[in-house]
């Protein structure tokens, strides 16, 4: 089955700073990759995916991701964190074998100081 | 163009009880999942269903089961309680239809405190 791992369950960083939220895959077969955000006692909002073609993916909110087959990888970025940005972040995969099924991460909650 | 909604918002019940949970799909699409998604957890997968029959399902017992209607809107039910099944349940929809198919959209949640 494909899974995601997810480096680093706690992100601090300055407003302003660089936003950099790691996430590297496990597939054997080319995977559709996501991201979801999620505010406090709120369901899950797509900020991005990749599924074919363009390897740098823009999505919502100023956020972007790259995805690297040769790194298996499929970092978040963001140029410049708001103190809004706050929020847990979910890196997941998609399980064909499971009729379309999302794997998630263990999530990585980003923490934005003033 | 409704999202995905669902219902109750919190539910409290005792060891051993039975819960439905309730979603409505988002206008147009045709497939449900199911995630539970405990205390600081990532979402995992339950099952899905597509033209009211399960269509692929997680590492979770028999006593949670589902349904699908023709209307596309969704129950998950779980027996048997047990203090572990504490969570947010959430609900996602997708379109067969759409491209890509793996792309879901999900509702608030339900908030499930077993005591």
């Known amino acids: 089955a494909q899974s995601v791992t997810q480096l680093g369950s706690h992100v601090s960083v300055s407003e302003g700073a660089l936003v950099l939220l790691r996430c590297n895959y496990s597939?054997?077969?080319?995977?559709?990759l996501f991201w979801y955000v999620q505010y406090p006692n709120q369901g899950l909002q797509l900020l991005l995916k990749?599924?074919?073609?363009?390897?740098l993916v823009k999505g919502i909110n100023g956020f972007e991701a790259e995805f690297k087959k040769s790194e298996t990888s499929f970092h978040l970025t963001k140029p410049s964190a708001h103190m809004s940005d706050a929020a847990e972040y979910f890196c997941?995969?998609?399980?064909?074998?499971?009729?379309?099924?999302?794997?998630f991460g263990k999530g990585t909650s980003l923490l934005v100081t003033p | 163009e409704t999202g995905v909604t669902q219902s109750p918002t919190h539910l409290i019940k005792t060891r051993g009880q039975q819960v439905t949970l309730r979603c409505s799909s988002q206008?147009?699409?045709?497939?449900v999942s199911w995630y539970q998604q405990a205390l600081g957890q990532g979402p995992q997968f339950i099952f899905q269903?597509?033209?009211?029959?399960?269509?692929g399902r997680g590492n979770f017992p028999p006593r949670f089961s589902g349904l699908q209607f023709p209307n596309y809107s969704s129950e998950l039910n779980v027996n048997a309680l047990e203090l572990d099944d504490s969570a947010l349940y959430l609900c996602?929809?997708?379109?067969?239809?759409?491209?890509?198919?793996?792309?879901?959209?999900f509702g608030p949640g339900t908030r499930l405190t077993v005591l």
């Open positions: 996602a929809s997708s379109s067969t239809a759409a491209s890509p198919r793996h792309e879901q959209f």
């Open positions: 597939s054997s077969v080319p995977p559709y």
């Open positions: 990749y599924t074919t073609g363009a390897t």
């Open positions: 997941a995969v998609s399980d064909g074998d499971s009729g379309y099924a999302l794997n």
């Open positions: 206008s147009g699409h045709n497939t």
């Open positions: 269903y597509y033209r009211e029959e399960e269509n």
